[in-house]
């Protein structure tokens, strides 16, 4: 089935570094949506962007929806432990939302 | 408020055996979709309901899957018989569809199918 491209595919930092994450597609999406997925748990929402270049937070969690509709970003400040786990874009377009293949983010102490 | 809820958690079947899941959504939510994620991807959708109608079920194997909301709430997903490649999480999600298209999807925290 069809997934965006997101990248990196995985990604080992120091707790207090930023982390940056993104994810592009062919296709033009109406929202883009933010999901953490931890070991043994289904995703869970972050943030969603319903808005060409709307710039959105969420505490230390940043996410900008591209202004041509086919990218967003995602940004984390200060990592910490608990931000340990995989992360998904997702665009969604006509009620279907269509995942990128996961960024896993690991953080040494 | 509940969120999405679904069973079993985990389910270990032998090869050419049935298996059964069940989801409830989130009170009020309309939509409800079946995802399948293999290890290592990101989930893929199966079927689409809105209300009891299935809007969507391109991508579900309809050989062996099978899926229904016969009331418009809650939903089972069958498949029979599993084979192998059917080991993945199975995720259930709903939505409540929002004026001007914005609408978010909230998931369940899977069902975990593996076939041996």
């Known amino acids: 089935g069809q997934q965006l491209n997101q990248s990196p595919q995985s990604m080992f930092i120091q707790e207090g570094e930023d982390v940056s994450m993104n994810c592009t597609s062919s296709s033009i999406f109406n929202t883009w949506l933010w999901y953490k997925q931890d070991p043994g748990e289904g995703p869970v929402l972050l943030i969603a962007?319903?808005?060409?270049?709307e710039l959105t937070s969420n505490g230390r969690l940043t996410a900008q929806f591209g202004i041509t509709r086919k990218d967003s970003f995602l940004n984390i400040s200060a990592s910490i432990p608990s931000d340990v786990g995989i992360y998904f874009c997702a665009g969604q377009g006509a009620q279907k939302l269509v995942f990128g293949q996961g960024t896993r983010l690991t953080i040494n102490p | 408020e509940a969120g999405v809820v679904q069973s079993p958690r985990y389910k270990i079947i032998e090869k050419k055996q049935p298996v059964a899941f069940w989801c409830n959504p989130i009170?009020?939510?309309?939509?409800l979709y079946w995802y399948r994620q293999n290890l290592g991807q990101g989930p893929e959708l199966l079927i689409r309901?809105?209300?009891?109608?299935?809007?969507?079920d391109s991508q579900l194997p309809k050989d062996r899957f099978s899926a229904e909301r016969l009331k418009g709430v809650d939903s089972t997903l069958k498949i029979q018989p599993a084979e192998l490649g059917d080991s993945a999480v199975y995720l259930c999600?709903?939505?409540?569809?929002?004026?001007?298209?914005?609408?978010?999807?909230?998931f369940g925290e899977g069902s975990w199918l593996t076939v041996v």
């Open positions: 309901y809105e209300n009891e109608e299935a809007v969507d």
């Open positions: 999600a709903s939505s409540l569809d929002r004026t001007g298209g914005e609408y978010t999807i909230y």
């Open positions: 962007l319903y808005k060409a270049g």
């Open positions: 009170s009020g939510h309309n939509t």
